[in-house]
Each structure stands twice: as structure tokens, then as C-alpha cells.
């Protein structure tokens, strides 16, 4: 992501004539820094301006719905939860199923960041049950799922949960490495709820390993 911020602000915007061409550059520095923020290396209220700019000043823009999404994160991350939420609903509002989807399992995720495990398990059950024919589904299910275990375990049912994450790591996609990051550390917090510190300890290290970008 820095190497993309890097080379966007190489580009002189003078020199830049078309509408959609300035929209791409505002839209990839803003997300770039964004992501950059919710790993860590930046300032999230910062992002957040940034992103909030891009939503409304290009409500038509093709990556407004990204945008969208990505600003819920950094809300998220700052532990913005109600306006978190505000922004998966506008996501479920999107006419495509495959929104909806991504919009209930991040809803449920919010839920289970505030603790609200029993309403998170809810959505994470509503998103199973959501049948969206779209590649990009079987994903968006093993998310929802990593998200229920995880609730799961914070309510002291964890034998179940490490055997819901341990099946998403296997049926994950080798490509799919954003889903196994995100297994890996649920695997974590599994294990952290039974206090099994050193099982603990290499679930997380499989991220710092293998999947530090995310």
C-alpha cells in the first residue's frame, strides 16, 4: 500500500484531464492510506476524512460502495461502532445480493466487537442462510462463520468453535489470503478464551509469518 501511495504521488494533477482518471487517483490514495491506517501505520481519523471526502463527492463512482465499506473498517478500528454500522446498512441497501451478504456478515462483526455476541451470532446465521450465486459467496460464508465462532467462544462454547474455524482453514482457498489471515487470528482468540496461551500463540504467529500484509 505505501508502494501504491508512493507511486500516485508521482502523478502531477495538472497534467491530469480526465474526470474518471483524477476520481481513480483520489479513490487508491485514499483506500491506500486506509489500509494502511487500519494495520497500524497511520492515522485512522485521518483515513476516515479521506474516505468520507471520496463518498461524498463521488456518489456515482464505481468504487463508491468499496469506499463505503473500507470507511466502516477504519470506524471500526477507531471503536466508532454505532457509525461503523450506519455504513454496513448503506452497503445492504445495494441492489446486488453479494452486498447484502458482505453488509450482514460486517453488521454481525460490529455486533461481536461490542460484545453483543447473541445478536452477532444472529446475523452470522442470517448471512449463512443468504444463497447468492456469485463466486465470491463461499467466501463471504466462511467469513460469517469465522465471525459466529468466534462469538461462540466468547460464550464459553470454544471446542465448537476451534472446530468451525479449523474447518474454514481447510476449506479456504490457498489464494485466499485475507480469509486465512482472518481464520488464524480467530483460531487465536479461540484458544486465548481457554486459555491455552501456547496453541494460542501459534495461530497468530501463522499471520506474522505468512500473512503479515494483512
Same mark, same amino acid.
Given at each position: 500500500?505505501?508502494?501504491?501511495?508512493?507511486?500516485?504521488?508521482?502523478?502531477?494533477?495538472?497534467?491530469?484531464?480526465?474526470?474518471?482518471?483524477?476520481? *481513480?487517483?483520489?479513490?487508491?490514495?485514499?483506500?491506500?492510506?486506509?489500509?494502511?491506517?487500519?494495520? &497500524?501505520? &497511520? *492515522? =485512522?481519523?485521518?483515513?476516515?476524512?479521506?474516505?468520507?471526502?471520496?463518498?461524498?463527492?463521488?456518489?456515482?463512482?464505481?468504487?463508491?460502495?468499496?469506499?463505503?465499506?473500507?470507511? &466502516?473498517?477504519?470506524?471500526?478500528?477507531? /471503536?466508532?461502532?454505532?457509525?461503523?454500522?450506519?455504513?454496513?446498512?448503506?452497503? /445492504?441497501?445495494?441492489?446486488?445480493?453479494?452486498?447484502? =451478504?458482505?453488509?450482514?456478515?460486517? *453488521? /454481525?462483526?460490529?455486533?461481536?466487537?461490542? /460484545?453483543?455476541?447473541?445478536?452477532?451470532?444472529?446475523?452470522?446465521?442470517?448471512?449463512?442462510?443468504?444463497?447468492?450465486?456469485?463466486?465470491?459467496?463461499?467466501?463471504?460464508?466462511? &467469513?460469517?462463520? =469465522?465471525?459466529?465462532?468466534?462469538?461462540?467462544?466468547?460464550?464459553?462454547?470454544?471446542?465448537?468453535?476451534?472446530?468451525?474455524?479449523?474447518?474454514?482453514?481447510?476449506?479456504?482457498?490457498?489464494?485466499?489470503?485475507?480469509?486465512?489471515?482472518?481464520?488464524?487470528?480467530?483460531?487465536?482468540?479461540?484458544?486465548?478464551?481457554?486459555?491455552?496461551?501456547?496453541?494460542?500463540?501459534?495461530?497468530?504467529?501463522?499471520?506474522? =509469518?505468512?500473512?503479515?500484509?494483512?
Amino acid at each position: 500500500y505505501q508502494n501504491a501511495i508512493d507511486s500516485l504521488k508521482r502523478i502531477d494533477l495538472a497534467e491530469v484531464q480526465r474526470t474518471e482518471i483524477r476520481q *481513480e487517483i483520489a479513490f487508491y490514495t485514499a483506500y491506500c492510506q486506509a489500509r494502511l491506517a487500519i494495520a &497500524g501505520d &497511520g *492515522e =485512522l481519523l485521518d483515513a476516515g476524512k479521506e474516505l468520507n471526502k471520496f463518498i461524498k463527492k463521488y456518489r456515482k463512482n464505481y468504487h463508491y460502495l468499496q469506499t463505503v465499506e473500507t470507511l &466502516g473498517e477504519v470506524l471500526v478500528a477507531m /471503536g466508532r461502532y454505532d457509525a461503523a454500522q450506519k455504513q454496513y446498512v448503506i452497503l /445492504g441497501k445495494a441492489p446486488w445480493p453479494e452486498y447484502k =451478504l458482505r453488509a450482514t456478515v460486517l *453488521e /454481525g462483526r460490529v455486533l461481536a466487537a461490542q /460484545g453483543n455476541h447473541e445478536e452477532a451470532i444472529a446475523k452470522f446465521y442470517a448471512a449463512l442462510a443468504m444463497q447468492v450465486d456469485s463466486p465470491a459467496t463461499k467466501e463471504q460464508h466462511l &467469513g460469517a462463520t =469465522l465471525g459466529k465462532a468466534i462469538s461462540l467462544a466468547a460464550t464459553e462454547k470454544v471446542d465448537e468453535a476451534v472446530a468451525m474455524v479449523t474447518d474454514v482453514i481447510a476449506r479456504a482457498e490457498p489464494e485466499a489470503a485475507r480469509l486465512h489471515a482472518e481464520s488464524y487470528n480467530a483460531l487465536g482468540r479461540c484458544y486465548l478464551q481457554a486459555d491455552r496461551k501456547k496453541d494460542a500463540l501459534l495461530a497468530f504467529l501463522h499471520v506474522d =509469518l505468512l500473512y503479515n500484509s494483512y
